[in-house]
C-alpha cells in the first residue's frame, strides 16, 4: 500500500525579504549580494555579485561572475569555472597551491590570470540547470542558455543558446520587441513599482502598450548615452551635437563647422554635379565627359 506525503523536508518557497536568503549550507567569499537574493543549498560564490532578486538554485558554482537583476540560475550551473595553467609540466593545482601540501609558498599569479578573465550575465537571464559558461564571457539581457550547453562565447541580448559548444538557436522575441522591453529597463524599477505594474508583467502585449515605446529598433539600442542611434532622423547622436547624419544635405555633420559632409572646405560632396570637389580646382568629377578631370589636362 502506497503512503500519501503531504509534505516533507525544508519548504523550498518561503517568503524572502530585503536580505540575501541562504538556504544553508552555503559558501560565500569575497562576494555581493543585491536585495531579495536567494541561494538554495550547496551554493558557492567566489569574489562574484548578484544583482537584485537574482536567484541561485542548489549546487550553483560562481567565481569571478557578475550576474544582473532578475537572474535565474538553475541548479548545478557553474560560470567562470577556473582556468588551470596547462602550459607548466603539471596541470596539478599544488603548483600554485602549494601551501596546502606543504611544499612552500602559493603562486598569486594563477589567481590574478583567473580573475582577469570575469563572466558578465545581463539582466533577466535564465540559466538552464548543469550549464556552464567558460570564463571571459559576456550574456546580454534577457539571454536564455539551455540545459546542459557548455558557453564558450558572447551571448546577445535575448537569444537563446544550445549545445557544447553553445550556438544561437532562435531568438526568444523579435528585434522590435526585444528593443522594446530593453528601452524600458524594467530591471531597474523600485519594489513598489513592481506591485503596482505586476498584472502586466504577466502578459506581453499588455506590459508593451503600457510601459514600452511605442515603435523602437534593435538598431536604436546600443547602450549610448544619447538619444538616438544613427536612424538619421535629425537628432543628436552618440553624443555629437549635429543636426544631421550624414545625409548630405548640406548641412552642420558631426559638430564641424562646414557646408559639406566629408570634412572638406568646399561646397559639394563628390556628386558629380561639374562643382569644385575637395578643394581641387577643376569642372567636373571624373565623368569621361572630355573635360579637365581633377587638374589634368586630358581629352578622354
Known amino acids: 500500500m502506497p503512503t500519501y506525503i503531504n509534505s516533507y523536508g525544508p519548504d523550498r518557497t518561503r517568503k524572502l525579504g530585503p536580505e540575501p536568503t541562504f538556504h544553508d549550507p552555503v559558501v560565500i567569499s569575497e562576494s555581493e549580494l543585491g536585495a531579495w537574493t536567494e541561494l538554495r543549498e550547496g551554493c558557492r560564490l567566489n569574489n562574484s555579485k548578484l544583482g537584485d532578486y537574482t536567484y541561485l538554485m542548489e549546487r550553483v558554482q560562481l567565481d569571478h561572475t557578475t550576474i544582473g537583476k532578475f537572474g535565474n540560475i538553475a541548479s548545478d550551473a557553474r560560470l567562470g569555472p577556473t582556468n ?62 539551455a540545459a546542459g550547453s557548455v558557453v564558450t562565447k558572447d551571448v546577445d541580448p535575448y537569444t537563446i543558446v544550445a549545445g557544447v559548444p553553445a550556438e544561437p538557436i532562435r531568438r526568444r522575441f523579435p528585434e522590435e520587441i526585444a528593443a522594446r522591453l530593453e528601452a524600458t529597463e524594467w530591471w531597474h524599477w523600485d519594489h513598489d513599482v513592481l506591485a503596482e505594474r505586476l498584472a502586466a508583467f504577466r502578459e ?15 538598431e536604436t539600442v546600443d547602450d549610448h548615452d544619447d538619444q538616438t542611434v544613427d536612424d538619421h532622423d535629425g537628432q543628436t547622436v552618440d553624443g555629437y551635437d549635429d543636426q544631421t547624419v550624414d545625409d548630405h544635405d548640406g548641412q552642420t555633420v558631426d559638430g564641424y563647422d562646414d557646408q559639406t559632409v566629408d570634412d572638406h572646405d568646399d561646397q559639394t560632396v563628390d ?10 580646382d577643376d569642372q567636373t568629377v571624373d565623368d569621361h565627359d572630355g573635360q579637365t578631370v581633377d587638374g589634368y589636362a586630358d581629352n578622354a
Not at 601551501?99 to 590570470?113: A, H, P, T
Not at 582577469?116 to 559558461?133: E, K, L, N, S
Not at 554635379?273 to 578643394?279: K, S
Request: aromatic share 10%.
Open 84 to 145: 588551470h595553467p596547462i602550459d607548466r609540466p603539471t596541470a596539478h593545482h599544488f603548483t600554485y597551491r602549494a601551501e596546502m601540501y606543504d611544499l612552500g609558498e602559493d603562486d598569486e599569479s594563477v589567481f590574478e590570470w583567473r580573475a582577469d578573465q570575469p563572466v558578465t550575465v545581463g539582466h533577466d537571464v535564465w540559466i538552464g540547470h548543469g550549464a556552464t559558461v567558460l570564463p571571459g564571457v559576456e550574456i546580454g539581457n534577457g539571454a536564455v542558455v
Open 204 to 218: 506581453l502585449d499588455s506590459f508593451l502598450s503600457r510601459y514600452a515605446p511605442a515603435e523602437l529598433t534593435a
Open 271 to 280: 556628386d558629380h554635379d561639374g562643382q569644385t570637389v575637395d578643394g581641387y
